[in-house]
Every structure is written in structure tokens, then in C-alpha cells.
């Protein structure tokens, strides 16, 4: 195979057969492809994308450049869920004991956060003791004892994608749709669950910012999967505000906390309902939406949720008492709060400047292996359409030193813009896009 054929077929715009993918992905994860020859042909990917049978040719690829996660001795149907990424993005560590308290089976591999966007494993990582590397055989037991376990993606798993992200990362071509699609669907699939859930991103907070480019990822993907015998459900999330209000490693956990107590935000509220029903569904527990949220609503109320969580930290050695004590996550020493002096409306939340706020604040990480402080972040007062009373904080600033508070607590307001006048909320949930017969374009 002739890898400056294969680039130049790419630039024009040609499709490539599925040997001819495979095989340079192949040479590639084993050292025989040189770096600038698979930048070029991401480049040529970037500007001339790949057809669904092509990206789906290299997440099978990318799939068998590592092993496979068997997930059959966990028993039953087992789901994951998965976002693009996004700020203040705490929807897992609500829904994942949701879901598992309503019988669902959850199983899921994260990964860390980069730049604005933060991760799960990060933000779990902020509990004391918590481990986040399970072995395959600690993963699958939990899942059966508990019904939920998440743990950082084995490096067995996909070795291909962890290459290639690197160098798309340094090469402008993350943002590609099927690059991207191959990415997020190679891990999924090699993670072994048998439904995916997945929560796409759009706005200014996301990979993402274009709703129909959005929408023709979420297509592909279930697509993909569906190709590999798996089943997903993608939802269209809004992420041009951050979702719930903390942002910040320990601040979601707390507010992950005061959710499954049933004092969340109820944008949080709602799209964890909604992806539960789905998952509900998906694993065959209730099939019927509104039925599966009124059981999801039940078991916020009783507290069954919360106490799923609180086993769940236990299962993977955190320290449990910070369910009852969320003091006991870790603090930052400068706190300031925003207030406004007179009664108003949040307007506008720009989710990229608070994201890259709180990235210099400590809580997300430039580059790979950067560590993160667990401990600061901003909580914002509301979201869009949400009403401030005077002297309510409308944000508050936790920082590690007194530079960092009083530089972001600038940049918050500069992200934040407020009005006199009622404003409309908007809803977290954009669109669904579930099964075949949704597609046809
Ligand atoms: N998340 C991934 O795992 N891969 C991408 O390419 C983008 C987001
Ligand atoms: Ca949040």
C-alpha cells in the first residue's frame, strides 16, 4: 500500500475501501506510518470528510488496533452513556446512580477532561479515595453487586484512538464529524456495552456549535452502532450556557449531591430524566417515557438515588460521608461571590468563557497529564431566565490564590450579562434521535 496514493485519493475526494482503511491504520499503530503522512490524511479528512460505510471502516479499524471489553459475565443488558463534553456538564454523576437505582445496568469507561471542557473522572476524582481505575474484573463484578461502575478507558482499549486524537489534537482536525464520530464510537464499542446513550453537545461550550452539524454527528453515530450490532440513542444538548450551575471538580460533585437530594436545577433535573427514561428503555426496564420518568421522579423523592450514590462512592473507596457532608470535599481558601444590587435576570451565560475560566482557575487541564485542583470553579447564581434577587450572589468564585479569584471573578463578569427584564429560560434538551426509521436524509 502507497500511503501518499492513499492521502492523494483523500484530497480529491475519493472514498477509500475498507482494506485500505484498515490497513493503514494498522501500519499506523504500529509505527509504520509516519506522523506527517497520517496528518496529511487527516487533513484531507477535515476538508473532505468520509462516507458513513468509510467511518465506519475506520471505527472498526480503530476498534481492532486494541481489545475488547467483555461485559457478558456482568449478565442482562448493559448501557452506557457518553457526552461530547462540555462545561459544568454534571449530568453523570447525577444520572448514572439514577438509572442504576431504577434496575438499569450501567457500565461506563470515561475519559479525562481537556482545555474548557471537563471530564467525569476528574470531577469523581475530587471525592477522596476514590478509585477511578477499576480492572476489567473489579468493573464487571460492581456492575453485578450494584448495578454501576465507571472507570477511566483501559489503554488496552483502542489504542488507535489515543494516536490519533494526539495528533489531531496538534493538527487543527478535531473538529472533523467523522473523525469525530469514529473517535467517540470506537471506544464505546470496545468498552463492551450493549446500548449507548449519547449526549451531543451544540453551542459555544461544545466541540460542536452548529446545531445541524450536530445533529448529522448524532446520525452517524447511531448509525455506527448500529452497524456493529449495537443500539444508541443520541440527544441534542444545549451547551451554549453551562448545565446546573457548578462548574469545578468538587462544586459538581456537591451539586451532583444536592440533585439527587432533590434541590437541583431543574435544567440538570430534567435532562437526567430524560437520558434515564432512555436508558430505561433502552434496557429494557420501561419502555414507556413518561411511565419511566414518573419511576426516575420516585426514586429522586424517596432518596433510593441518593443511597445508590452513596454505595457507589463506597464501592469505588471514596469516602462516603461527604453525601451527608459535602464539606468534606476539598475547599478552595479564596472564595468571592458576585452580587447584583438590584432585583434581575440572567440574559446571557457565555459556557467557553466560563469554561476557559475556570481551565485557569485549576479545574481543567491544557495539555494531557496536567493535574487538575479538585477544588475550585465557579457556581453560578441561575441560568438563562433564572431571576437574581438583589443582594443573591449572582456567581461565586472559588480560586486557589488571591490573583486567580480577583482575574476571574473579572472574566465571570465579562461571561455573565444580566437585564432589568424577564427573559426566557431554555430548555436543556434540544432533540432526540433514536432508531432508523428517524433517518432519511
Ligand atoms: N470525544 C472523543 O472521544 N473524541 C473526539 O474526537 C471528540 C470528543
Ligand atoms: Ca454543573
Known amino acids: 500500500m502507497r500511503i501518499p496514493e492513499l492521502i492523494r485519493r483523500k484530497r480529491d475526494g475519493e472514498s477509500l475501501g475498507e482494506r485500505e482503511i484498515e490497513e493503514l491504520i494498522t501500519a499506523y499503530v504500529r509505527g509504520e506510518v509516519p506522523d506527517y503522512q497520517m496528518a496529511a490524511f487527516l487533513m484531507a479528512v477535515y476538508f473532505r470528510g468520509m462516507t458513513e460505510e468509510e467511518t465506519a471502516a475506520l471505527t472498526r479499524a480503530m476498534v481492532r488496533s486494541g481489545e475488547q471489553a467483555d461485559l457478558r459475565t456482568v449478565g442482562g443488558v448493559t448501557v452506557d452513556k457518553h457526552s461530547t463534553g462540555g462545561v459544568g456538564d454534571t449530568t453523570t454523576l447525577v444520572l448514572l446512580p439514577l438509572a442504576a437505582s431504577a434496575g438499569v445496568r450501567v457500565a461506563k469507561m470515561s475519559g479525562r477532561g481537556l482545555g474548557f471542557t471537563g471530564g467525569t473522572l476528574d470531577k469523581l476524582a475530587a471525592i477522596p479515595g476514590f478509585r ?16 454501576l461502575a465507571v472507570t477511566g478507558q483501559s489503554p488496552a482499549l483502542v489504542p488507535a484512538d489515543g494516536r490519533l486524537y494526539a495528533l489531531r489534537d496538534v493538527t487543527a482536525t478535531v473538529e ?41 454527528l448524532g446520525r452517524l453515530m447511531v448509525q455506527i452502532a448500529r452497524r456493529a450490532g449495537r443500539e444508541a ?47 430505561m428503555r433502552l434496557a429494557g426496564v420501561e419502555a414507556d417515557p413518561d411511565r419511566a420518568k414518573e419511576i426516575l421522579l420516585k426514586k429522586l423523592e424517596s432518596g433510593e438515588a441518593l443511597e445508590k450514590f452513596r454505595e457507589w462512592v463506597r464501592a469505588q473507596g471514596g469516602d462516603e460521608r461527604i453525601v451527608d457532608d459535602p464539606s468534606r470535599l476539598p475547599a478552595a481558601p479564596f472564595v468571592q461571590a458576585i452580587q447584583s444590587d438590584v ?42 431566565g433564572d431571576r437574581i434577587e438583589r443582594g443573591r450572589p449572582v456567581a461565586v468564585v472559588h480560586a486557589a490564590s488571591r490573583e486567580d479569584l480577583s482575574a476571574a471573578v473579572e472574566e465571570v463578569r465579562q461571561a455573565v450579562s444580566l437585564s432589568r427584564e424577564k427573559v426566557p429560560g431554555r430548555p436543556a434538551v434540544i432533540a432526540r434521535i433514536a432508531g432508523v426509521d428517524t433517518f432519511g436524509r
Open 132 to 147: 477511578t481505575e477499576l480492572s476489567v474484573a473489579e468493573f464487571t463484578a460492581q456492575i453485578r453487586r450494584i448495578g
Open 233 to 279: 440513542t443520541v440527544f441534542l444538548t444545549d451547551m451554549d450556557q453551562p448545565l446546573g450551575l457548578a462548574v469545578g471538580n468538587a462544586l459538581e460533585v456537591a451539586e451532583a449531591i444536592r440533585t439527587l437530594q432533590g434541590r437541583g436545577h431543574p435544567a440538570l433535573v430534567e435532562l437526567c430524566l430524560e437520558l434515564g427514561a432512555e436508558m
Open 343 to 384: 432585583d434581575v435576570y440572567i440574559r446571557d451565560v457565555d459556557a467557553l468563557r466560563l469554561g476557559r475560566c475556570a481551565a485557569k482557575l485549576g479545574a481543567g487541564r491544557q495539555r494531557k497529564g496536567d493535574a487538575v485542583d479538585p477544588s475550585v470553579g465557579i457556581v453560578m447564581g441561575g441560568r438563562v
Open 176 to 216: 472533523s464529524i467523522p473523525l469525530i464520530a469514529s473517535s467517540v464510537m470506537s471506544k464505546k464499542i470496545a468498552a463492551g456495552a450493549d446500548k449507548i446513550v449519547l449526549d451531543v453537545k451544540v453551542g459555544r461550550g461544545a466541540l460542536i456549535r452548529d446545531r445541524d452539524r450536530a445533529e448529522e
